[in-house]
């Protein structure tokens, strides 16, 4: 299986703060990968540096197209949707327009599709982004970004703040994404949505990946647990 996305000795900054320390990491061809780790540990700053938006170095490609140096719109273009977990919905506009302003044509996720996986944003199509609840907020962030038609989604935090039953919908739309061969980095602090993906999973400590394998082989592991992941 071809690599999608290929890090080397990815090291990036904010000022003068080296946050990542020479990443390694890969993901192929409809892969889903949990990226995991305390806060703090640069997980977001790495979703940050695939998409542009921190100052790095070292190699980075994205289906042999190098990253390091591309603005963040050019890196979008070529097939990477980014879900932050602000979320970043423009609040002024309603749902609908929210949803259309992403749409690319002969995209495979419509409009319709994001109305059929959570029937309360076609409910609230016309109500604007800055009134929906936080969950609502991350089903359209989400969802907005899809209709941009990506080959990889970066998702930082999709399950934070979030009720158990939409949480449920939010997982039920990333697997529907792996039916439809959409490769996606799962940024979370638990494992919880990347047990239903089956997905392979990498721990973050200190700026480099201390762990790379299957969940089962994680939690076998006690000295990664116990040394860079949250037990108790």
Known sequence: MSAQLHIDNLCAWYGAAQVLHGVHLRIDDGEAVALVGRNGSGRS??????????????????????????????????????????????????????????????????????????????????????????GEQQMLALARTLTGDPSLVVIDEPGEGLAPQVLAQVAACLAMLRERGVAMLLIEERLTIARALDARVAVMGQGVIRFDGAIASLVRNEAVMREWLSVG
Not at 83 to 102: I, K, Q, S, Y
Not at 115 to 129: G, T
């Open 45 to 134: 700053t790495l979703a940050k540096a695939i998409m542009g938006l921190v100052r790095c170095a070292g190699d980075m490609r994205y289906r042999d197209v190098q990253l390091v140096g591309l603005r963040a719109h050019r890196i979008a273009r070529l097939g990477i949707g980014y879900v932050p977990e602000t979320r970043d919905a423009f609040p002024a506009l309603t749902v609908r327009e929210n949803l259309l302003l992403g749409e690319r044509k002969g995209t495979r996720f419509t409009l319709r599709d994001a109305y059929r996986l959570f029937p309360v944003l076609e409910e609230r199509s016309s109500v604007k982004a800055g009134a929906l609840s936080g």
